[in-house]
Nanobody, 114 residues
Framework: QVQLVESGGGLVQPGGSLRLSCAASGFTFNNYAMSWYRQAPGKERELVARISGDGGGTNYANFVKGRFTISRDNAKNMVHLQMNRLTSDDTAVYFC???????WGQGTQVTVSS
């Protein structure tokens, strides 16, 4: 069965950085695109970034371009989200997602605050 487990969230000051990770299992990882979404309190879940199965193609929401980088390690079945220059607007629960199986992880909380 498909399983996605996020880690790496936490409390960070404005301007700081965090690296989120998602460990995937239960499917042939390198065959499928992976995504990161986020959901802030009172707001809808929104796409942050997506990466193709081979890692050669990425796209980003406009609000994170130039600050966040999505990557994957197909040997380890991991997808990462490097987040730099964080602001309070980035505070949210961040989720890993695989569209093919419509499967979500449990999420990891990111809080940006001084």
């Amino acid at each position: 069965q498909v399983q996605l487990v996020e880690s790496g969230g936490g409390l960070v000051q404005p301007g700081g950085s965090l690296r989120l990770s998602c460990a995937a299992s239960g499917f042939t990882f390198n065959n499928y695109a992976m995504s990161w979404y986020r959901q802030a309190p009172g707001k809808e879940r929104e796409l942050v970034a997506r990466i193709s199965g081979d890692g050669g193609g990425t796209n980003y929401a406009n609000f994170v371009k130039g600050r966040f980088t999505i990557s994957r390690d197909n040997a380890k079945n991991m997808v990462h989200l490097q987040m730099n220059r964080l602001t309070s607007d980035d505070t949210a629960v961040y989720f890993c997602y695989v569209l093919r199986f419509r499967s979500w992880g449990q999420g990891t909380q990111v809080t940006v605050s001084s």
